[in-house]
């Protein structure tokens, strides 16, 4: 019986000073989070106009609705065209495409227009000379409305057929990004 | 399960097996002779060593001899007609015969013990199920949850080929309880594709209770217990030991499995024994390609140290067990246009040459365990026995990202505490426990507030539970009450919150169990279980990739997380299981029927889509509903001739909603198994050969809830109940075994080969949640090899 006391009552305070304390817990800082998309169009002449447009998701996954700029484009303009992406749930705001620069052959941009008259062309490539479409450029040809998808997959398939001149349907891999904005072509 | 139905009845059978079949390292013998009062020697006694399950019965002239034991202390029950049971100590190996007197009692009349003893303390009204030494030889090295699913009524929730998470009747995961060596395991039990974190070959048994057993364990064992027990300490100076070796041919395992155990010279009572797993396997192959990134590692050591001296025992067992689980690389989806891509296309998109490198996604997890728990025996046969169980287990799980792979993107450390202490009492016909447990869990995440939040969980529980055995009747009864501490830490944009949480929850059962003749009975149970959320099914919050979902708990309605607690409402379930038992010689059926009826049912379903920068998601919310489930199970064996066994076994889950007539996700469809196996006692040196085929038959989930495309998924979802996919078509699955055991002077050498899929059917199952992207693992090869080791002095 003394040992079942004995041992009572060590298990016990055992059991009692078990735990450390709880912190007050830190902002969710999910690694992996792009809240921004920035389209940044800069008429190829001279002294061109720069306008820039924005696909902002603050908080991932959860409530807040994203804000997405209607992007409004000269007919007959060939544009510049440069991504930048930013997580801006940190202080300072993370830059997404230098990490996305970096890892230049796992990643690959693909724009999808619907109801535009347009057409891209990669400016940049990778460390295996494949399109990577951070930097573009944009034939802009007649008045139009309609949307622009942007899509950025990760480890896709570049060789596969057609992916290299942009065609996302053989690419495979995983999507990191896919923003639409809606779009206006005005003369 | 053959085993289970015969082990406890039918004692001639015991004995031929028992001649035939020795658990490990053990070749002992004991025998003796039973008589009553007056020298009368007494014919069909039955005696029971408990703790080894395994028994036998005097022949006519009194005698019985029981083989294949252990080294060790034992406690030993007789039971005769019209007598009282006689208990008694007894060291092995004992040179002695024994003698035992039974006295005559007018009150208890025949009682066979058809239970066969198992787990004396547990609900003996209630379905039971056992893999026996043998049964776990054939498949050990192989996944808990894929162990299991050997007994009717047992299923899966796999998370592609080597994570397994036991389904008890259509439930899984906060409902199902796993006792480890007599401590209940706290994991993370939450996640659908979390697997139980037990090192297998520390099992030289495992029992599964098919029911609720909330009265003695609390609400997590609604659904049931997985009850792992472990050989006993041998107490012996001399040196025992057991190695397992284990290969598979499809995903190239190799599994080694070592145990010493043995005593002290000076210190008779005390004995110790030391195990270590360890586990290398890299990708699985399906039919028709890779399954990349499907590799693991798992690194387990445990040890035992046990004091047993008379009515007094003091055991403290210490495990860790450590693994690294990869996940099928395709499985991890960007948005739901990638889930759409995977599912119409028949190949998944990442398929890579066979490896043993481990890479994103994976799981790393370690549990690490210590109990020591003492037993104190009182008078009359009645005793106190007190547990303190601490446990430390972490999670990491990794997704493909950029950057550097080893940052995980969950991490969780969930320290849980437990003191069980119950006092046990037996008078003639009479059996019952009283006892309380306390538990004391914190949960962390490391870096995050991802998926689940911290918390801290106090519980307290009382319970009584009694037993009465009368005539060919048993009675039980049982009645408990917890109450539960929760304060959870949340941040909600930027807001700290605490939201904090008493519950009270009672439970109660009722049993009873009828005794045909010596070889039936019924048994039926009734039991009412309240069960309080988890922190997860209130507060999970956060994106899972393989399932290209978001996924919100029950205060976290449309984005907003709610902190009142009169929001929640505790499920209750109301459970019926009734069991009806034959078991003969050549013929033992076994058949179990239940309802289950649950008032506010939480589960898990598609409530919305969310656009997000990745584009669609759909979100998941926990969601309370009415739902009913039931079922049968059914095992028929019999002997066709005196080498041939015919067997049979088959399970049947229906779940609805009875609120609104939705199918309820993630019920395993009905399965059917045939088994003709050939038995032979020896060839030549080769001991008891087995050559079995098995054939199994995967039936088509006809309820399965309805298909909407991921492109299809609208974004008002009105409470729908969908599935990304259809279900799977039937499968026919093959399997050939055939094992053999050598006896050597006193070593045991035991050998099982088996094909697995023999025809390289190429299928999915609907139980698997990575269905969607790629076929099941095809044939597989694989060997086992058990060397027993006993050195006598």
């Known amino acids: ?187 | 399960m053959l085993q289970i139905a015969f082990r406890g009845i039918c004692s001639l059978l015991l004995i031929t097996w028992s001649l035939t079949v020795h658990p490990q390292g053990c070749r002992e013998v004991l025998q003796g002779l039973v008589e009553d009062n007056e020298g009368e020697i007494l014919v069909g006694a039955t005696i029971w060593i408990a703790s080894m399950q395994k028994g036998t019965s005097s022949d006519s002239n009194g005698r019985f001899i029981l083989t294949g034991i252990c080294p060790g202390s034992y406690d030993i029950v007789v039971k005769y007609v019209g007598f009282e049971d006689q208990r008694m100590f007894v060291r092995i190996p004992n040179n002695r015969s024994l003698i035992v007197k039974l006295r005559p009692s007018t009150s208890i009349l025949h009682d066979i013990v058809i239970e066969g003893n198992h787990s004396e303390k547990h609900s003996l009204s209630q379905s039971l199920s056992i893999l026996s030494d043998e049964q776990l030889v054939a498949t050990k090295g192989k996944p808990i949850g894929e162990m299991l699913q050997q007994i009717p009524g047992v299923q899966s929730i796999m998370t592609g080929a080597a994570i397994f998470k036991p389904v008890i009747h259509g439930l899984y995961g906060q409902r199902i309880m796993m006792l480890n060596n007599g401590l209940r395991q706290e994991g993370q039990q939450w996640g659908i594709e979390h697997a139980p974190e037990i090192d297998t070959y520390i099992a030289s048994e495992i029992e599964v209770i098919k029911g609720s057993e909330a009265v003695r364990y609390g609400s997590d064992a609604l659904g049931g217990v997985i009850i792992v027990n472990a050989q006993p300490l041998h107490y012996l100076t001399s040196i025992g030991s057991d190695l397992n070796t284990a290969f598979s041919s499809n995903n190239r395992l190799g599994a080694f499995s070592g145990m010493l155990e043995g005593g002290f010279s000076s210190k008779p009572n005390w004995g110790w024994r030391i195990q270590g797993t360890i586990k290398k396997g890299g990708d699985y192959h399906a039919p028709n390609y890779n399954l990349s990134n499907t590799g693991m590692e798992e690194f387990d050591i445990s040890t035992t140290l046990g004091f047993k001296k008379e009515k007094k025992e003091l055991e403290v067992f210490a495990s860790s067990y450590n693994t690294t689980i990869g996940i099928l690389r395709s499985a991890h989806t960007g948005n739901l246009s990638d889930l759409q891509e995977s599912i119409t296309s028949r190949r998944p998109w990442y398929v890579q040459d066979f490896t043993y490198d481990i890479g994103n996604p994976r799981q790393e997890i370690g549990h690490h365990l210590l109990k020591v728990s003492a037993k104190f025996g009182l008078k009359n046969n009645g005793s106190i026995k007190l547990m303190y169980g601490g446990q430390y287990n972490r999670r990491k799980e990794y997704d493909v990202r950029r950057g550097n792979q080893n940052v995980p993107s969950l991490s969780f450390d969930l320290i849980t505490q437990t003191l069980d202490l119950s006092f046990d009492h037996e008078k003639d016909f009479w059996t019952g426990s009283v006892g309380i447990n306390g538990t004391l869990k914190n949960n962390y995440n490391e870096r995050t507030t991802g998926l689940l939040p911290d918390y801290t969980h106090y519980n307290i529980g009382i319970f009584l539970v009694e037993k009465i055995r009368k005539n060919k009747w048993l009675f039980e009864g049982g009645i408990r009450l917890d109450r539960q501490y929760l304060a959870v830490y949340l941040l909600d944009k930027a807001v700290f919150l605490r939201p904090e949480f008493t519950f009270y929850y009672p439970a109660m059962s009722l049993g009873s169990s009828f005794y045909l003749n010596s070889n039936s009975r019924i048994s039926s149970n009734l039991g009412i279980t309240n069960r309080p959320p988890h922190v997860s099914e209130l507060y999970s919050r956060g994106l899972h990739h393989s399932a290209a979902s978001i996924e919100q708990g029950l205060m976290a309605r449309d984005g907003e997380l709610q902190i009142d607690p009169s929001d929640i409402l505790k499920e209750r379930s109301y459970q019926w299981v009734s069991t009806f038992q034959h078991n003969k010689k050549n013929f033992s059926l076994e058949l179990t029927g239940y309802v289950n009826y649950f008032r506010n049912f939480i589960f898990l379903a598609p409530a919305a889509t969310q656009l997000t920068i990745r584009g669609y998601f759909p979100v998941f919310q926990y969601r309370q509903t009415n739902a009913l489930l039931s079922g049968v199970d059914l095992f028929l064996s019999c002997d066709l001739t005196q080498h041939f066994t015919y067997s049979t076994k088959f399970a049947l889950v229906h779940a609805e909603d009875r609120e609104d007539g939705n199918k309820l996700p993630f019920i395993p469809p009905a399965q059917l198994d045939n088994t003709l196996a050939y038995k032979k006692e020896a060839i030549g040196k080769w001991k008891n050969l087995v050559v079995s085929f098995t054939s199994q038959i995967g039936f088509k989930q006809t309820r399965a809830p309805e298909t909407i495309y991921p492109e299809d998924v609208p974004s008002d979802l009105q409470n729908k109940i969908f599935d990304f996919m259809p279900a799977p078509e039937t499968f026919f699955l093959h399997k050939v075994e055939v094992g053999s055991k050598l006896p050597l002077d006193n070593r045991d050498l035991t050998v099982t080969f088996a094909v697995e899929n023999i025809f390289n059917e190429a299928y999915r199952n609907y139980m698997n949640r990575l269905r969607y992207y790629a076929d099941e693992a095809g044939r597989n090869f694989s060997l086992r090899i058990n060397y027993t080791f006993h050195s006598h002095q």
Not at chain 1, 16 to 27: A, F, Q, T
Not at chain 1, 133 to 149: D, K, M
Not at chain 1, 168 to 181: H, K, P, R, Y
Request: proline letters at 4%.
């Open chain 1, 1 to 187: 019986m003394k040992t079942l006391l004995f041992f009572g009552s060590i298990s016990f305070l055992i059991f009692l000073s078990g735990c450390k304390d709880h912190e007050i817990p830190k902002p969710v800082n999910e690694e992996e989070l792009i809240t921004t998309l920035e389209l940044k169009f800069t008429e190829a002449v001279e002294g061109g106009e720069i306008i820039v447009f924005t696909w902002k998701d603050i908080d991932g996954s959860f409530s807040t609705p994203p804000a997405i700029d209607n992007i409004t484009l000269k007919a007959h303009t060939i544009y510049k065209l440069e991504l930048n992406l930013l997580d801006e749930s940190t202080t300072p705001a993370g830059n997404v495409a230098e990490e996305i620069e970096e890892e230049s052959e796992d990643h690959q941009f693909f724009f999808q227009s619907n109801g535009l008259e347009l057409s891209f062309q990669y400016d940049d490539v990778d460390t295996e000379g494949k399109p990577l479409g951070l930097s573009n450029t944009v034939f802009i040809e007649h008045a139009s409305t309609g949307t622009l998808t942007v899509i950025l997959r990760h480890q896709p398939d570049k060789s596969a057929s057609g992916v290299s001149d942009g065609d996302v349907t053989n690419a495979g891999g995983e999507t990191d990004i896919e923003a639409t904005f809606p779009v206006t072509i005005i003369e």
